[in-house]
């Protein structure tokens, strides 16, 4: 990735490894979920959602 250039050596000297960071919470966060969602699959398949535009929108009363 980007581990051989030197402007990642340098930032990664100052402010850590923060991909790798991220990508340990994400890994952690995960982990957490699956054990209190254990059906729910990984990656979430792309769902589509009825979003309300305002207070009350277009959704029927009762639906949320």
Request: proline share 14%; no cysteine.
């Amino acid at each position: 990735m980007f581990h051989e250039t030197p402007i990642f050596n340098r930032l990664v000297a100052e402010r850590g490894d923060v991909p790798a960071q991220v990508r340990d919470e994400a890994n952690r966060v995960r982990d957490q979920l699956s054990r209190v969602l254990p059906s729910a699959p990984w990656p979430v398949a792309n769902v589509p959602r009825q979003r309300a535009h305002a207070p009350g929108g277009n959704l029927p009363p009762g639906s949320l």
